[in-house]
């Protein structure tokens, strides 16, 4: 009995542990719930500047507006969306390079 009260503990911090920089019930700061999906509209060209707000052919997403020149301001043209590979934890030093 004893080591079942142990093993549950160890699995609700477990759990707990993962959860990461979200808030309870919500996503990380800077990004939206889109029909449970937690994107950042301001680079996102599936949700630009809105949940359900794509972007056109040919179109990246800058700062929550579709743009068809592409990106600038020393960001990197990842899947569509203008990111900061300095700075974006889902392109970390590079597209598609998530963060340790």
Request: with cysteine; glycine share 18%; net charge negative.
């Amino acid at each position: 009995m004893r080591a079942h009260r142990w093993a549950a503990l160890g699995l609700f911090l477990f759990a707990t542990a993962c959860d990461g920089d979200m808030p309870p019930g919500g996503c990380r700061t800077g990004e939206t719930d889109c029909d449970g999906t937690c994107v950042n509209t301001d680079s996102d060209a599936r949700n630009c500047g809105g949940c359900g707000m794509a972007c056109g052919a040919g179109e990246v997403c800058a700062a929550g507006a579709c743009d068809a020149a592409g990106c600038s301001g020393g960001t990197t043209e990842c899947d569509r969306a203008c990111v900061d590979t300095d700075t974006d934890e889902r392109h970390c030093g590079g597209c598609g390079m998530a963060c340790a």
